[in-house]
């Protein structure tokens, strides 16, 4: 989908645009869409102040009166007026300039130009370049401070209102694009400021430390606090003497003017430039793919700024936003270590590398190329992942080579691949924000894909999106939901697929899509025989009601997106959970179109990628299988080797594979695999028992533990590459930081160890392995690092010319026939389920502020003051009959482990129920899961584990932190920023010498946006 870059270098949608017109400009013909906001019309050909106007996406706020345009001979707000045709709008006269003049010095009234000690003054700072831009030199309202007090509560940001100018960003940000519905603006105070949770402090409120509100704060209000006495040459000076320097300016200026005072603040802004690097960078966390500046002065790392990123305009979460302090953080690896007994040794490289290679070729000669494998991380770049396997494949001669998407999204890949052809999600987050309804199923997509479910939140709030969720944990989505129903764990096949025979048995099927352009309809109508609705409530537990109203919605829908995750594909059945899913969309008819589809939400930041490097046992970069002959001779002539032709061990196989002595060696890099694997003490013996383990992290992590060599890699803000997202986005990042210490990109390493065992790589810059990549590789055929640079992306298959594909599968399915294909399947019970010994169902997933084991985010000092423990939630049933508290120390045993923990009333679980989060800094979630594991991938069954809790004499406290917005929080939801309520103030003068108006051209100028 074309998008058009607009104010602040957000993106805005050209689907849907009206029809041009003609307007006239200050005279001049130009032309402009019906319907859009005047401001836009203008700003494409002329510059006129807007401080609250942001972007299409925050929409029209109108709370500040600078953008006043006279408009056929009235005063109107350019940002609240839609274009009509034949309008007549003058900037220039004399009428409208004194109204922004006016309309700007009100504003100076509620802000203190103290530019040149401010830490905003970054030449971004609109309150300072409007006053430029108006030349202001006087101010008539005086700047009175607001009586409150400075908000420095919460761990990452700061509130000033004796700063604030009431422009409502932050709050319209909140309300409309984060959707966590924090912020409003007390307008009928007698000093009106903006209130956390209608007027508490910001810690402790609901706020959740996403950072928008920080992001389109238009001055210095609201801040980060990492800036705070770093961004100026003068803003560190000491409190005492800044305010001395505020007086002296403030003393000077009735006589010298602003003009004088400003230049000079100017010329110190452009200094900064010289000292603030800006960065582009991929955030490392999820698989929304969110991308932005981030700003270092040498290793500081002082804030990140996303305004231009495809997938996530002007969003972040808090750990895209704040999680960055595990950069420089004092436990970094360093530099290479050597076991020494019981112990590690610091080694050169030289020394560790030499030692890898011995050991790596000893083995290869001894026991074969099959006795090693390589494992690969989803965190590091797709170039990183590239060599990896290649190095496995072409230098040690096995396909052993996995990676961690085996543990979450190897059966979401597996059930697209039966059905529609390619492992990925079949559009992007804009077409989820299109679709009519979304159908989550088995995601805690506010925890765990934060900026993707904003625009689920936002659709659903502002557009009347349609929202039904399947979960038996009542996570933030679940409450917002049409429809929230609880499934009995492992049982989602039986009403998905009972969904797909109602569609077909009462008349929802879009049966000439399924003639035309899909197989096996009647095979797979026979194989619905047995899912009755009936069936399906009683097997899944779950209302007969509540699952025809799923129904009645589903075949209501205008289109279906239907988003899932690790609720579906960690089951011992999670193959044909994933495929059940699909085949509702085929059924329902919700591909080959722009809004709707399959969305299985990837975990990792480059978990996708990983999967397309072709970091899998039975598949070269691109998903090309390595027991194809003619595609095995395309790699074998492109490396200049022979490949093994048969298809190699995945991670979970060579887990066993240890313990029967067959695999011997073994290079990990990036991977936690004690904690993220299931099973931890299995994982754990099968390492013992390898006969040289390297592992290359930029922290000692568990699985370091067992490891022979340790090799130190570099984090992406140290090195170049690409990452791709969920969406199927492919992105680069630049270097922001030298590599710490003696620390290696990975690439770098891996080349070293190559060329050490013969290979001879001269890879001098991760474009050139992207482009052997591209010319290996269909689906990457035209992706180039030129076709990528800064802020440009390509969403996969590329073709060779660089044209992309937004949506999958518009003009077909890549099958011979080009049709896609309905899978029958079975239902079978789930392996392990609450009995008399082990009486709960032990749920586990994602914590929005942590990122899966916390090894990154648990040295983040902000998240680790809002959440410094984990918790094992209970319901408030199990609670009362068990007599347990918040704070209470209990045992939690499973068939297959044990640990303690504290436990947390709360209502988000119910009944038997339990959930764990995958925080593993006090023993990892998988001390308790299994081995058992999904039969078409083995991607582990984690959620299907009994457990029995015991409780223990200890009463702690209350794991959850008063700092924390699950603590106290209540949003107080808003449409908006809510202007009207401004308007009727007393004191509110309208700039300008007439009465403002409004113009529309069309009924209900929305006050938020509305580009969806
Ligand atoms: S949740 Fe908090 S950080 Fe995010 S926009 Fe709202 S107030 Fe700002
Ligand atoms: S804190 Fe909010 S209302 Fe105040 S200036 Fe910043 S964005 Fe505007
Ligand atoms: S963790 Fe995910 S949602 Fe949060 S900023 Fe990073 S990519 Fe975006
Ligand atoms: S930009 Fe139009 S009222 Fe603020």
Not at 184 to 210: A, F, K, N, T, Y
Not at 330 to 345: A, N, S, V, Y
Not at 960 to 970: A, D, M, Q, V
Request: hydrophobic content about 35%; charged content about 25%; overall charge negative.
């Amino acid at each position: 989908m074309s998008v058009i870059e607009m104010t602040n270098g957000v993106k805005a949608s050209q689907s849907g645009k009206q029809p041009e017109v003609e307007i006239s400009l200050d005279g001049m013909a130009v032309a402009a869409s019906e319907g859009e906001l005047m401001v836009e019309a203008i700003l494409r050909h002329k510059e006129i102040p807007h401080i609250c106007y942001h972007s299409p996406l925050m929409g029209s706020i109108q709370t500040c009166d600078t953008c006043i345009v006279e408009v056929d001979g009235q005063l109107v707000r350019s940002c609240g007026t839609k274009v009509g045709a034949h309008m007549k709008v003058v900037t220039e006269s004399k009428r409208a300039k004194d109204a922004r003049s006016e309309a700007f010095d009100v504003i100076l009234g509620y802000h203190m130009l103290y530019c040149t000690v401010c830490d905003n003054n970054n030449e971004n700072c609109r309150v300072h370049n409007t006053a430029l831009e108006l030349n202001v030199q006087h101010q008539e309202h005086p700047f009175k401070p607001k009586p409150y007090e400075v908000d420095m509560s919460n761990p990452f940001y700061r509130y000033d209102p004796s700063q604030c100018i009431l422009c409502g960003q932050c709050v319209q940000a909140c309300q409309t694009v984060q959707v966590n519905e924090t912020l409003s603006i007390g307008w009928e105070l007698e000093h009106p400021r903006v209130l956390w949770d209608g007027g508490m402090q910001i810690g402790g409120s609901s706020c959740v430390s996403c950072g928008h509100c920080i992001t389109v704060c238009p001055c210095n209000a609201l801040m980060e606090k990492s800036m705070l006495g770093e961004a100026g040459f003068l803003s560190g000076m000491p409190k005492e003497s800044l305010n001395k320097m505020i007086d002296v300016v403030k003393a000077i200026e009735p006589e010298m003017g602003y003009g004088a005072i400003m230049q000079v603040s100017q010329t110190e802004a452009t200094m900064r430039e010289e000292r603030i690097k800006k960065t582009k960078t991929v955030c490392t966390y999820c698989g929304v793919g969110c991308s932005y500046d981030v700003w270092t002065k040498d290793r500081k790392i002082l804030k990140i700024v996303p305004l231009h990123g495809d997938a996530n305009q002007i969003s972040t979460c808090v750990k895209g936003k704040f999680g960055w302090d595990y950069v420089n953080h004092k436990d970094r690896l360093q530099t290479p270590l050597i076991r020494e007994g019981r112990g590690f040794r610091e080694a050169s490289w030289e020394e560790a590398l030499t030692l890898v290679t011995s050991k790596l070729s000893a083995i290869k000669q001894q026991y074969g190329p099959d006795s090693l494998a390589v494992i690969v991380s989803s965190k590091c770049t797709n170039e990183d992942g590239y060599l990896m396997q290649k190095f496995g494949r072409a230098v040690l001669g096995t396909n052993n080579i996995d990676n961690c998407s085996r543990y979450c999204q190897s059966p979401a890949t597996t059930g697209l691949f039966r059905t529609v052809g390619y492992g990925g999600d079949s559009g992007g987050i804009e077409n989820i924000a299109k679709s009519g309804l979304v159908l989550i199923v088995g995601s805690q997509t506010a925890d765990s894909h934060p900026v993707l479910a904003t625009r689920v939140k936002r659709a659903h709030k502002l557009h009347g999106q349609r929202l039904i969720v399947a979960d038996p944990r009542e996570h933030e989505m679940a409450q917002r939901a049409d429809i929230h129903f609880r499934p009995r764990p492992g049982t989602d096949l039986v009403w998905i697929s009972a969904m797909s025979r109602y569609m077909l048995d009462n008349g929802h099927a879009k049966l000439d899509f399924l003639d035309k352009w899909v197989n096996g309809l009647d095979e797979f109508r026979k194989s619905l025989e047995p899912f009755t609705m009936e069936y399906a409530a009683k097997t899944c537990n779950v209302p007969l009601e509540t699952l025809e109203r799923v129904a009645k919605e589903l075949a209501a829908a205008r289109s279906i997106a239907i988003l899932w995750a690790m609720g579906i594909t960690q089951h011992t059945r999670a193959s044909d959970g994933s495929t059940a899913l699909s085949n509702l969309l085929l059924i329902t008819g919700n591909y080959m179109r722009d809004e709707g589809g399959a969305y299985p939400l990837r975990g990792h930041n480059n978990v996708q990628g990983a999967g397309d490097v072709g970091a899998a046992p039975n598949v070269y970069p691109g998903y090309q299988s390595v027991t194809d002959p003619e595609i095995r001779k395309k790699f074998e002539e492109g490396w200049g080797v022979a490949l093994p032709p048969e298809r190699g061990m995945d991670n979970h196989e060579m887990v066993d594979a240890m313990h029967d002595g067959k695999l011997r060696g073994m290079y990990l890099a990036g991977e936690d695999m004690i904690s993220a694997d299931s099973n931890a003490n299995h994982v754990a013996g099968a390492f013992e028992k390898l006969d040289f383990f390297v592992v290359q992290d930029i922290f000692f992590s568990e699985t370091c533990r067992y490891a022979d060599v340790i090799l130190p890699g570099a984090p992406a803000l140290e090195k170049e590459g690409t990452f791709s997202s969920t969406e199927r986005r492919i992105q680069r990042l630049y270097q922001a930081l030298p590599e710490l210490g003696d620390s290696r990109a990975d690439w770098k390493i891996t080349q070293d160890i190559a060329n050490r065992m013969g290979a001879n790589w001269n890879y001098q810059h991760p474009s050139e392995i992207m482009a052997e990549m591209a010319s290996l590789t269909p689906l990457y055929e035209g992706v180039s690092y030129d076709r990528l640079e800064g802020y440009k992306t390509l969403q996969w298959p590329v073709a060779p010319d660089g044209t992309d594909q937004p949506v999958l599968y518009l003009s077909g399915f890549p099958f011979p026939d080009n049709k896609a294909r309905l899978y029958p399947l079975e239902f079978h019970e789930p392996q392990e389920a609450p009995d008399r010994d082990f009486d709960l169902f032990l749920n586990n997933g994602r914590l929005l502020e942590h990122f899966h084991e916390g090894n990154m985010t648990y040295r983040v000092s902000g998240i680790q003051e809002e959440t410094p423990e984990r918790y094992l939630e209970i319901s408030e049933e199990l609670a009362h009959e068990r007599g347990i508290d918040s704070g209470r120390w209990v045992r939690v045993t499973s068939r297959h482990g044990s640990l303690v923990i504290k436990a947390l009333v709360t209502n988000r679980v119910f009944g038997k129920q339990v959930y764990l989060p995958h925080l593993s800094q006090e023993g990892p979630i998988n001390i308790l899961t299994g081995s058992h594991a999904d039969v078409a991938t083995n991607t582990p069954a984690f959620k299907e584990t009994a457990v029995r809790i015991k409780l223990l004499p200890e009463q702690g406290s209350n794991p959850l932190k008063p700092l924390n917005p699950r603590f106290s929080g209540k949003p107080t939801p808003q449409t908006g920023v809510e202007v009207e309520r401004k308007w009727k103030r007393k004191d509110y003068h309208m700039p300008g010498t007439e009465k403002l108006v409004q113009i529309q051209s069309q009924k209900g100028t929305s006050s938020h946006g509305d580009s969806c």
